[in-house]
């Protein structure tokens, strides 16, 4: 599975962002997709999944009530609104798949190129 992000930026506290992920390959595969976050120094997160017939999603406890994720299959793309952001939010952002049940997922199998968030005033 091939994944590519986009969408990251600068932006003050408070602001919104949409990170946008295109998704091709074997696609039969996959159950979930989803974003993860490394920021520098820091451990890698696992911040949002969601099934691929998008009947289910599972988020962060850090981002729960921010952030939305959702997809459109027709695209086989998945989308990351990001909403109230903060400064601890600043992090590389990747777009993931796995073949996984979302039930306790923790972190993707296939991962692309990250999209870089940055949070500042």
């Known amino acids: 599975v091939q994944l590519q992000a986009s969408g990251g930026g600068l932006v003050q506290p408070g602001g919104s962002l949409r990170l946008s992920c295109a998704a091709s390959?074997?696609?039969?595969?996959?159950?979930?997709l989803g974003w993860y976050r490394q920021a520098p120094g820091k451990e890698g997160e696992f911040v949002a999944g969601?099934?691929?017939?998008?009947?289910?999603?599972k988020y962060a406890y850090s981002v729960k009530g921010r952030f939305t994720i959702s997809l459109d299959d027709a695209k086989n793309a998945v989308y990351l609104q990001m909403d109230g952001l903060k400064p601890e939010d600043t992090a590389v952002y990747y777009c993931?798949?796995?073949?996984?049940?979302?039930?306790?997922?923790?972190?993707?199998?296939?991962w692309g190129r990250g999209t870089q968030v940055t949070v500042s005033s």
């Open positions: 993931g798949a796995t073949p996984r049940t979302i039930d306790g997922l923790e972190r993707f199998d296939s």
């Open positions: 390959g074997m696609m039969f595969t996959i159950n979930v």
């Open positions: 969601i099934t691929l017939n998008g009947d289910r999603t």
